[in-house]
């Protein structure tokens, strides 16, 4: 398990890190920008237009800053099953695909607010895809935050439970993609239902990211207190 304790000096990023996620949040408000610009009759709620890009941003945190420890060849490919398993269940239920569709085949939608654009959508006989940017890179982070989770949760007796934390975290996002299917029920849905939906993806989504990155750095988990506990004299 990598732990460490956390300092005030861990959560202040340097300079070089505060110049280039000022250079991405420029780059994003142009892109928005000049989405609102350039198409005919764009999104004007300021939350569709905006949180595709809290997905994207910490997703890329997660990549960039998540390592795990590989320790050995078995561990890492058991783990890499687990997370694989993870991610093909959260793209169900998140509709990135399904079975069954209406045959029209493969397309790309490009007429969307960044972060929704450009999706690719394929809809065959017997399986349907829809690859929205932001989504995938939410769950490619989360899927990804498993894995680190479940190689870390592997070694020893102890290391073996499965954490309180990452539990709640790795179900969390599978609740509420199949509540969201729930509020997207019907022919129509009203721009209110939508924001409620993805308002409610997104504070999962980075509840599950805080809480999986805090098993993996700072072991807040059943497990961290059973150890804490064997360990104390």
């Given at each position: 398990?990598?732990?460490?304790?956390?300092?005030?000096?861990?959560?202040?990023?340097?300079?070089?890190?505060?110049?280039?996620?000022?250079?991405?949040?420029?780059?994003?408000?142009?892109?928005?920008?000049?989405?609102?610009?350039?198409t005919?009759q764009?999104?004007t709620?300021?939350?569709?237009?905006?949180?595709?890009?809290?997905?994207?941003?910490?997703?890329?945190?997660?990549?960039?800053?998540?390592?795990?420890?590989?320790?050995?060849?078995?561990?890492?490919?058991?783990?890499?099953?687990?997370?694989?398993?993870?991610?093909?269940?959260?793209?169900?239920v998140?509709?990135?695909?399904?079975?069954?569709?209406?045959?029209?085949?493969?397309?790309?939608?490009?007429?969307?607010?960044?972060?929704?654009?450009?999706?690719?959508?394929?809809?065959?006989?017997?399986?349907?895809?829809?690859?929205?940017?932001?989504?995938?890179?939410?769950?490619?982070?989360?899927?990804?935050?498993?894995?680190?989770?479940a190689?870390?949760?592997?070694?020893?007796?102890?290391?073996?439970?499965?954490?309180?934390?990452?539990?709640?975290?790795?179900?969390?996002?599978?609740i509420?993609?199949?509540?969201?299917?729930?509020?997207?029920?019907?022919?129509?849905?009203?721009?209110?239902?939508?924001?409620?939906?993805?308002?409610?993806?997104?504070?999962?989504?980075?509840?599950?990211?805080?809480?999986?990155?805090?098993?993996?750095?700072?072991?807040?988990?059943?497990?961290?207190?059973?150890?804490?506990?064997?360990?104390?004299p």
């Amino acid at each position: 398990m990598s732990t460490t304790t956390a300092t005030f000096r861990d959560v202040i990023p340097d300079t070089r890190s505060l110049v280039t996620w000022a250079a991405v949040l420029n780059a994003e408000f142009i892109l928005i920008l000049g989405y609102v610009v350039n198409t005919s009759q764009p999104a004007t709620d300021p939350f569709l237009l905006l949180f595709p890009f809290i997905w994207l941003n910490v997703a890329g945190l997660v990549v960039l800053r998540v390592r795990p420890e590989l320790t050995s060849r078995r561990r890492t490919l058991g783990s890499a099953v687990v997370a694989l398993g993870y991610l093909l269940v959260l793209g169900y239920v998140g509709g990135v695909y399904g079975t069954g569709g209406q045959g029209t085949g493969l397309r790309l939608v490009t007429q969307a607010p960044p972060g929704f654009s450009p999706t690719v959508v394929f809809s065959g006989a017997t399986l349907s895809v829809v690859l929205i940017p932001w989504k995938i890179a939410g769950y490619l982070a989360l899927s990804y935050l498993v894995f680190v989770t479940a190689v870390d949760a592997s070694g020893g007796a102890v290391g073996g439970i499965v954490g309180l934390f990452s539990c709640v975290s790795c179900v969390l996002p599978i609740i509420a993609s199949i509540l969201g299917g729930f509020v997207g029920v019907g022919a129509t849905l009203s721009q209110a239902a939508l924001s409620q939906s993805y308002g409610l993806s997104t504070v999962v989504f980075i509840t599950s990211v805080g809480l999986l990155y805090g098993v993996h750095r700072f072991d807040v988990t059943l497990v961290g207190r059973l150890r804490t506990l064997v360990d104390r004299p």
